[in-house]
């Protein structure tokens, strides 16, 4: 397995895959036709911030199952082309909280004492003691835009400085902001309060341009600007009139629209402290920014957990380890029930019984899907674009919970509704054993599910058993085992045969010519 690392990477996060026997190739600032040949048959890329994940480096990487980003955000990323072609994005979103959270305290502290400007000017022999008079932290309040891992760490350090903190975040419950003695208040409400205000949000359409003129108009007359996370979240042009015209006191930057900056006007203002975009350059959050993205991607590419991902839902280890044996039942009931049938598919139904009834189980639907449209389709379909592929084919999915009692503890049923009417199989697993067919078009059956099968469906008559076999005799087919299902006048068979063995259409042919036998397909999952 191939891994391309486009970016500077700490030796030991790279070390982690290679431990894994796998082929690492690690080098920075590549020029850009190396690296659309260099992920062609990757199966994962690593960047940071300097490497521009698109949609045309993502068509060149036929083989690319994961987008690792070390860091925050995905900016370089285009997740929606990612997503389209089954591929998993994960970043490393809480590595580097701490760093970024002690930057914003510190910024926070050079605002309040004018720590820079003091510094620049006795560098330029300069004794200005009362210029610089400042301000205690002391029963100010501090504002943030945000609670979430880094606002949360910055509440837990400004608390000994003996500030009141209010935040605004929509999605923070009241018990963690209590938990925190910080206060949940509108957005309106936060800037109109606070002395000083720290962003922590991420980049949305929601989200941008947050800090702009009319809000600003509305702040508390001396607020002070702290921005340790998306450049974007400032109209800067709007920020730098402010303080020009005393309504913000001063502001304090480590991220901007567009970096490096263009337009110097608000970095060369004297209220203004400006960094070049190191909140999470520290020692300690670049190693553990690497670690934990390399082990992320590790999980993943050696065990399907997934951890980290911004395009599908995140499964711990834990969680991976009770759903992984029906996610391969998923897969494999999907496989088995597109292949019955070369009807036109309009709908599917998945639906849990048993102890598959409790806790979230969306990745098996996702994963009977994945099994369904691996047989007819041409396309890299996975977990994370299955869904999509089944909305733009219009293929409805219901999935649903049911508590009524069953046979098996476990069982995972599939009904899948074509132009030719409907077909209906469930499954189970014994005991962390291989995958078993319990159920086929309503009647019970107990068959492995796996290799290639041929499925019958017949009226239950005397000697089709024999007659089935007589054929695959005659074409020097083995069977594997038989496995027979009865109800009523019908029955069903699913005839496990060698893999090794071509199975000619004439023979599924001659097997249909049997007496009684109405149908036959041969299926492989």
Not at 35 to 44: F, G, N, P, S
Not at 102 to 123: C, F, N, W
Request: no cysteine; hydrophobic share 45%.
């Amino acid at each position: 397995m191939k891994i391309v690392i486009a970016d500077d990477l700490p030796a030991s996060a790279a070390d982690l895959l290679r431990a894994e026997g796998w082929e690492v190739d690690q080098q920075s600032g590549r020029p850009l036709e190396q690296l659309r040949a260099d992920v062609r048959d990757a199966a994962a890329i690593v960047v940071r911030s300097a490497t521009k994940v698109d949609a045309a480096l993502i068509e060149h990487a036929r083989e690319l199952r994961v987008i690792a980003r070390a860091g925050t955000g995905v900016d370089n990323v285009d997740v929606k082309a990612a997503s389209a072609r089954g591929i998993v994005v994960m970043n490393a979103p809480g590595a580097n909280s701490i760093s970024v959270a002690e930057l914003a305290v510190g910024l926070i502290l050079s605002l309040a004492r004018h720590v820079p400007a003091a510094d620049a000017a006795m560098k330029q022999g300069r004794w200005e003691k009362k210029r610089f008079q400042g301000e205690e932290l002391r029963d100010k309040t501090l504002g943030l835009a945000g609670l979430g891992r880094i606002g949360q760490e910055v509440a837990r350090r400004v608390a000994p400085f003996g500030m009141r903190v209010i935040a605004h975040d929509p999605f923070i419950s009241t018990d963690v902001a209590d938990d925190l003695g910080v206060q949940l208040v509108t957005l309106d409400e936060l800037f109109a309060r606070a002395d000083y205000l720290s962003l922590h949000m991420p980049s949305t359409s929601t989200t941008r341009k947050l800090v702009n003129a009319a809000r600003l108009a509305k702040a508390k007359r001396g607020i002070r600007l702290v921005n340790t996370a998306r450049g974007d979240l400032i109209d800067e042009a709007a920020l730098a009139d402010a303080i020009e015209a005393g309504q913000v006191a001063g502001a304090a930057l480590d991220v901007y629209e567009t970096e490096p900056p263009a337009d110097q006007r608000l970095q060369r203002l004297p209220q203004v402290i400006a960094t070049p975009h190191i909140a999470a350059s520290t020692r300690e959050a670049q190693e553990l920014v690497g670690i934990e993205t390399t082990a992320a991607l590790r999980d993943f590419l050696r065990d399907g957990v997934i951890r980290n991902a911004v395009n599908f839902p995140s499964v711990s280890a834990e969680e991976h380890a009770r759903l992984a044996p029906f996610l391969v039942l998923g897969e494999r009931l999907g496989s088995f029930v597109a292949q019955l049938t070369g009807a036109r598919i309009q709908g599917l139904g998945v639906r849990y019984y048993g102890e598959l009834a409790q806790g979230k189980n969306e990745l098996l639907a996702s994963a009977v899907l994945v099994g369904l449209f691996r047989p007819i389709l041409s396309s890299g379909v996975s977990a994370v674009n299955a869904r999509t592929v089944a909305k733009d084919r219009g293929i409805e999915v219901i999935e649903s919970h049911s508590s009524r009692p069953r046979n098996h503890t476990r069982l995972l049923s599939v009904k899948l509704t074509t132009s030719e009417g409907e077909r209906w199989v469930e499954g189970a697993v014994f005991d962390r054993a291989a995958p078993r067919l319990v159920l086929l078009d309503g009647i019970p059956i107990d068959a492995p599910l796996e290799g290639s099968m041929i499925v019958l469906r017949n009226s239950d008559q005397p000697g089709v058993i024999g007659d089935v076999g007589t054929v695959l005799g005659r074409h020097g087919v083995n069977i594997g085992t038989f496995a027979l299902g009865r109800s009523g006048q019908q029955a069903v068979g699913v005839v496990n045969v060698d893999e090794a063995v071509e199975l000619p259409d004439e023979v599924l042919q001659e097997i249909r010519k049997v007496r009684a036998v109405q149908d036959a397909r041969l299926v492989r999952v």
